[in-house]
DNA sequence: CTGAAAGCGCTTACAG
DNA sequence: CTGAAAGCGCTTACAG
């Protein structure tokens, strides 16, 4: 660390008290125009920049947010789920744009986590971003909201989770695509992805498609089969459903690195998408507009997402009572699913 | 700020002084083992973290590193070069292994950054990472240095630079396609990118390209025009590109996004790439795999990138002596060059 | 091996 | 409007 100017330099070259520069430096409306004037000048002719430790020491807060991001240690290590890095984008935005500053953190959710950030003071609450089995982390959950510590989380909206959270509406996004597959006249429809308490938000959107499919008359549970969100596991999920069903026609995948793996088996069979089998993703990542064919989604908004994730998080720091907020799902209609 | 127990409230309950539980903690050699041990079993029942405040205001350091990352106002706004956001999870997960915590933060050019992490105490060191008009931001660097900020950037090796840098060699990058090219019977190469000083990696691969060429025994400098790091300027640029010149069969570009909009720009023209006109990107973003034709790229290695970039500055930070580092370029071959 | 004390650089109640 | 003083919660020389 070098040397640098405190605040009694500058009230030494300033002849006022180290008090009245902190006060000046603050904007404070108890110093006198003329005094506030010549000590920023004072201070900016130094460089000088209020200590962060020793102010957030003083005033028992930090202005920082803490963002974990889980990781599944069964996916592929070295990549990050393009989907949870354009959230990290927005969030980051957002707390900048809020004057709070972003501390990032990977977790692994195998590991025991050390969510600390509020006990040490290094920030003020905990966005918590990830996938995984759920069932795992929800006792953390729950000592966290012991720990009175202040966190949001981006997941299913459903008051039996602990802790308040942000996330888009699975049901509704499971809902409308099936709704989609239905009117463009297909009859057998399979769900890639998990569809259990483990994975909340892939289970709502199983549901909604489930909904829609009984609305449409069918009582049928349809085919499900198990992914994690890589384009491997969809690959080998897809591989694992022609071998059960050969009668399937379209298939919703749970998330659009799964229906990008699917699609790819699917073509390796030498089966047309759309032609004969439709794919459905989830989330419109980047790469759903790239595949081949381009793929039919549910768009999360994440910047919307990050957005709402930082001011509630900032609601509930300061003390204000929140609610859970959930976002709509968007359908967007590519070529994946052919037309009508 | 909750109430939380402090370092004199386990003194008391341990029958220690305050500083044993602060040695204890520390697991200092000085404390007897039997002491550590009751001190420390008590700071875990009493779910006690250090203050992170008070532990850096005192030790003078704050053992957390600052990432900024910028953005060409031009661009985009929602949208993040997937490069650069692969790049964060790398140098986010390279910190946690060095046991230092992440600020990080998205600057734009055009405004005043406030690059005050360390002036303010906030961070040890700073990592920069972006792109835009260099030219308007070499001072900053200069000022960076003046300052005795410890920092390292990611962009071009040379010593000309401001600031310890880490990168990948884009010269042998831009040679290494030409050659590719070359050898593929391409006659005719474009590039599309900036080639100037006010970005001085695109520079290097044009560069880079220039001398493979003159290898080959062409003395033409390459027909070359500009663009920005997105889908839309590659497509205009390759529009622009196509009313110059229509003997152009091979487009060598300064990014994969760049190349993503060309490739498009060409197939609206109902050119075929590979057959008529080769396209080679820069950068092996997910999406070059994805594109259609496969795209031809340079690898540039975010993982190793990313922990080059943390384990220098930390090098800086404790006084070492660095040197800048330069990651080969690693020609990946996919479709959109076609085949000898 | 342990304790009492100083001090990191601020903010803010208190007194004037 | 301003200053002297206390105190945020630690770490670390210093003395024993």
Redesign the interface.
């Known amino acids: 660390?070098?040397d640098?100017a405190t605040s009694f330099d500058i009230a030494h070259m300033a002849g006022v008290s180290q008090s009245t520069v902190s006060r000046a430096l603050r904007n404070s409306p108890l110093v006198n125009q003329e005094t506030r004037e010549k000590v920023q000048a004072i201070a900016l002719q130094l460089?000088y920049?209020?200590?962060?430790?020793?102010s957030?020491?003083r005033q028992?807060?930090?202005r920082?947010i803490a963002l974990l991001?889980f990781e599944d240690p069964t996916s592929d290590d070295?990549?990050?789920n393009?989907f949870f890095?354009?959230m990290?984008?927005s969030i980051?935005?957002a707390c900048?744009l809020e004057g709070y500053?972003?501390?990032?953190?990977?977790q692994q959710y195998s590991t025991d986590w050390h969510a600390?950030y509020?006990?040490?003071?290094?920030a003020?609450g905990i966005i918590l971003l990830g996938y995984g089995d759920y069932m795992n982390y929800q006792d953390k959950l729950s000592k966290l909201e012991q720990?009175?510590t202040h966190f949001v989380r981006w997941g299913e909206v459903d008051n039996a989770h602990p802790g308040l959270s942000v996330g888009c509406d699975n049901f509704q996004g499971g809902y409308k695509i099936t709704q989609h597959l239905i009117g463009l006249g297909r009859k057998n429809l399979a769900f890639v992805g998990g569809a259990d308490n483990h994975c909340p938000e892939f289970f709502e959107r199983f549901k909604g498609m489930c909904h829609a499919l009984q609305q449409a008359g069918s009582n049928d549970k349809p085919l499900q089969i198990d992914a994690i969100t890589t384009e491997d596991s969809g690959y080998q999920a897809a591989v694992e459903l022609l071998t059960k069903d050969s009668g399937v026609d379209a298939i919703v995948c749970a998330s659009d690195l799964i229906a990008?793996g699917a699609m790819r088996a699917l073509q390796d069979k030498g089966i047309d998408v759309p032609g004969q089998i439709a794919v459905v993703g989830y989330d419109n990542i980047?790469?759903a507009s790239?595949?081949?064919p381009p793929l039919t989604t549910v768009h999360q908004n994440t910047?919307k997402a990050g957005e709402l994730l930082v001011t509630s998080l900032i609601g509930l720091i300061k003390g204000e009572q929140r609610e859970p907020v959930l976002i709509p799902a968007e359908l967007v209609i590519r070529e994946s699913c052919g037309r009508a």
């Open positions: 660390m070098r640098k460089n920049k209020v200590d962060k430790n020793a957030s020491l028992r807060h930090s920082t991001l070295s990549m990050i393009p890095l354009s990290l984008g980051t935005k900048a500053d972003l501390l990032v953190s990977f600390d509020e006990d040490t003071n290094k003020d720990q009175q990008i980047l790469l790239f595949a081949n910047k």
